[in-house]
């Protein structure tokens, strides 16, 4: 597949028609907003990080995300040098929360720990966080970016016109609670998903949880992982229709720790959606020990929205979690819709 080859002039000629585009009042939306900070990190790349940085956006690596350590597309912290790195945490900035960014450094925090707890900081690098581009962002045309490393992957995907989208976002943590007698003993990149899912079981009656309960063991990893976004069809466990109000009220605050990882109008536009598909039809699901600190799974799952989080591995002690919208994974929804717009069908 070949880069596309950006010169220095190219970018230039970018930010000039950006600067242009900025004078005109325009809605101020996520897809508006993203676009500068990232011009700001392509034009602070040499021309050699740019062919590793920059793809069309119709390629196939687009998709192609996952949350193991591996050599991925794109510029890894490391290669760049402190001016870069900090226009990589702006372009963050602009599309996470404040809770996310938190989250973000949190599990990269963990992986140097991981390092250090494990003897083979060499490959569990801080420093092996890509960012890549797929499609030009001043082109005004659909474009996406990612961020991703060991147990961390955030993916947006910008159709101009129609909105963002935010998923799949991948957040773990190995370990989940930082170990004695490490100096940082306790620290928990992820506590909040494993606190509010237990808040919520434990919010249930005993025959409301009996539903829930999927299985008696944990299922040992996320389901719906690389290439497999879609592969959960069946809703399973308690209906939140079949929850009091108090507790669909704690549900929603478990979603929420998810979903409010992005910036605030892309959350709610998510929200928005999760209302209008119906919350009542939205299932929660549990396998696996009811305690802390033993191997459990949950699930959250409806027609816009797949949650899951599972804390199995090693000694239930390492956490993967991750967020979809099953009907607008990399953009497909809002692709479809731009796509008709700018090609509608003859009548």
Known sequence: MMHTHWSRRHVLRMLSLLGATWLRPTRSWAQDVMIQPALDVIQSLTDVQRRQAIYPFDTDKRRDWHYIPRRRPGVTLGEMNPT??????????????????????????????????????????????????????????????????????????????????????????????????????????????????????????????????????????????????????????????????????????LIETYVRNVRPDVAQTELDKLTAAGVDTLHFAWAGSQTPGRPHYYRVHGQTLLIEYDNTQNGANHVHSVWHNPMNSFGQDLLQAHYQEAHPPAR
């Not at 940082?184 to 409301?208: H, M, V």
Request: proline residues 5%; neutral net charge.
């Open 84 to 253: 870069q790195q900090e226009r990589v945490w702006t372009l963050l900035r602009a599309g996470l929360s404040t809770q996310g960014v938190e989250k973000a450094r949190g599990v990269i925090t963990t992986e140097a720990i991981l390092g250090e707890l494990s003897g083979s900081s060499g490959f569990r690098d801080p420093a092996n966080y890509a960012v890549v581009f797929f499609g030009d962002p001043a082109s005004g045309k659909p474009w996406s970016w990612r961020f991703e490393g060991h147990h961390l992957s955030l993916t947006f995907t910008i159709v101009p016109g129609q909105g963002v989208a935010a998923t799949p976002a991948f957040f773990g943590a190995n370990p989940a609670t930082v170990p004695s007698p490490h100096a940082q003993a306790g620290f928990k990149a992820l506590g909040t998903e494993e606190e509010n899912g237990f808040r919520l079981l434990n919010s249930l009656s005993e025959a409301q949880q009996t539903t829930a309960m999927i299985a008696s063991q944990s299922l040992g990893n996320i389901l719906s992982g690389p290439e497999r976004e879609a592969s959960l069809k069946q809703r399973e466990g308690l209906a939140f229709g079949a929850m009091t109000a108090a507790q669909r009220q704690q549900a929603m605050a």
